[in-house]
């Protein structure tokens, strides 16, 4: 019985080292979002630039990116829309994250 009650706590200590370690992956992976215009990851704590869509909060690279998505964020969201951060956004404004510079 000794045995047993050794294994249980062993058992149930490894679950819970276990639920720590989910824990922290998917903290880990809401630090950052990815910005819908350019594709470039962005560190939630420290955007400046956001939209709120349907509920939805959008984190941007720069003011180019979140004015693209802002003007036409249907086009962003769809599933066929492929980012492509060397394009010109609307009103000839550029994306200006470092990123997308050194993608052209």
Aim: with cysteine; hydrophobic share 35%; proline share 5%.
């Amino acid at each position: 019985m000794n045995r047993t009650l050794k294994g249980l706590a062993l058992a149930a200590a490894a679950v819970f080292v276990l639920v720590l370690a989910v824990s922290a992956l998917q903290t880990q992976a809401q630090d950052t979002a990815k910005d819908p215009v350019c594709g470039m990851s962005v560190k939630i704590a420290t955007a400046k630039y956001t939209s709120d869509y349907k509920g939805t909060k959008y984190y941007f690279c720069s003011e180019g990116c979140k004015t693209s998505f802002d003007k036409d964020p249907e086009k962003y969201l769809d599933k066929k829309y492929v980012p492509k951060p060397d394009e010109q956004k609307p009103d000839g404004a550029s994306c200006s994250c470092a990123a997308c510079a050194t993608k052209k």
